[in-house]
T-cell receptor, first 115, second 111 residues
Framework: EDKVVQSPLSLVVHEGDTVTLNCSYEVTNFRSLLWYKQEKKAPTFLFML????IEKKSGRLSSILDKKELFSILNITATQTGDSAVYLC???????????????FGKGTKLSVKP | NAGVTQTPKFRILKIGQSMTLQCTQDMNHNYMYWYRQDPGMGLKLIYY???????DKGEVPNGYNVSRSTTEDFPLRLELAAPSQTSVYFC??????????FGPGTRLTVT
């Protein structure tokens, strides 16, 4: 069965700390892994990874994929209170009737950054 | 360009009532999706559509129905609301596979 497992489920850090969030997956026909940030409302897109070993970076956030070991990490350096959110990992595609657009989501990691 | 819009933002239903959650996107995306998100859980796919006139079941379709008469609209229908349908519902769209754009969500309570 296709699945995505994120760890830890929750994390509390102080401003300035560096955090690493983990995502492991088992998907029959892997195409891409995506990271989303969810604050109070809808998930917003962070990164999409398709190739092993190539780091994607956006400001203090970075992510890398290991297709051999079937996992990805999301790093946040110099954390700020505004980084507090649930971080979702999603892998696609999951085949429902052959559609190539579906994603399977992990349960998320809830990050709380204290001042 | 509004992206993905959903109405209503909040709704309280009594058991057995029916309602339709509306979803519209203005990005000309072929793919549209309905997810539900329960506390502490990830997003579970209810139904999806790969284009106008084409819909299919996702992981948790029971108790729901959809239609896709236009590219822009993808309404989700609850026929006989049950407490187990209390959740936050997100609509999303994508051009092809990969990045999905999410609407703001509808918080539904069934009592």
């Amino acid at each position: 069965e296709d699945k995505v497992v994120q760890s830890p489920l929750s994390l509390v850090v102080h401003e300035g700390d560096t955090v690493t969030l983990n995502c492991s997956y088992e998907v029959t026909n892997f195409r891409s892994l995506l990271w989303y940030k969810q604050e109070k409302k809808a998930p917003t897109f962070l990164f999409m990874l398709t190739s092993s070993g190539i780091e994607k970076k956006s400001g203090r956030l970075s992510s890398i994929l290991d297709k051999k070991e079937l996992f990805s990490i999301l790093n946040i350096t110099a954390t700020q209170t505004g980084d507090s959110a649930v971080y979702l990992c999603a892998v696609g595609p999951r085949n429902y009737g052959g559609s190539q657009g579906n994603l399977i989501f992990g349960k998320g990691t809830k990050l709380s950054v204290k001042p | 360009n509004a992206g993905v819009t959903q109405t209503p933002k909040f709704r309280i239903l009594k058991i057995g009532q029916s309602m339709t959650l509306q979803c519209t996107q203005d990005m000309n995306h072929n793919y549209m999706y309905w997810y539900r998100q329960d506390p502490g859980m990830g997003l579970k796919l209810i139904y999806y559509s790969v284009g106008a006139g084409i819909t299919d079941k996702g992981e948790v379709p029971n108790g729901y129905n959809v239609s896709r008469s236009t590219t822009e609209d993808f309404p989700l229908r609850l026929e006989l609301a049950a407490p187990s349908q209390t959740s936050v519902y997100f609509c999303a769209s994508s051009l092809t596979s990969g990045e999905q754009y999410f609407g703001p969500g509808t918080r539904l309570t069934v009592t």
